[in-house]
């Protein structure tokens, strides 16, 4: 088992910058991709950005692209970087984590993860 706890969620006007964090622990000795999604209310849960283990690849929403960093600095910890947040990104933000044997695969579909964190709640005022 493997467990995710995100942090870093917040109120912020747009235009403003927050980071995410997601700290991983348990079965961590495995080979495990990283994704952010999201949650808006009264909507789907979408993709966000995707990290491989290797972190060499990394995938983005068109709509996040440009403003938003995926990375990793230990196996263990994921960030998202978010600049120039906009009212429509405001969203329950979720890390998850994904059993892979190819340290290059970056996944863009949550249906391929494993693991999911509890959520932390970003709001964009504008």
């Known amino acids: 088992q493997v467990q995710l706890v995100e942090s870093g969620g917040g109120l912020v006007q747009a235009g403003g910058s927050l980071r995410l964090s997601c700290a991983a622990s348990g079965r961590t000795f495995s080979s495990y991709a990283m994704g952010w999604f999201r949650q808006a209310p009264g909507k789907e849960r979408e993709f966000v950005a995707a990290?491989?283990?290797?972190?060499?690849?990394t995938h983005y929403a068109d709509s996040v692209k440009g403003r938003f960093t995926i990375s990793r600095d230990t196996k263990n910890t994921v960030y998202l970087q978010m600049n120039s947040l906009k009212p429509e990104d405001t969203a329950v933000y979720y890390c998850a984590a994904a059993i892979v044997w190819d340290p290059a695969m970056a996944i863009m579909t949550s249906p391929d993860y494993d693991y999911w964190g509890q959520g932390t709640q970003v709001t964009v005022s504008s």
């Open positions: 990290l491989s283990w290797s972190g060499g690849n």
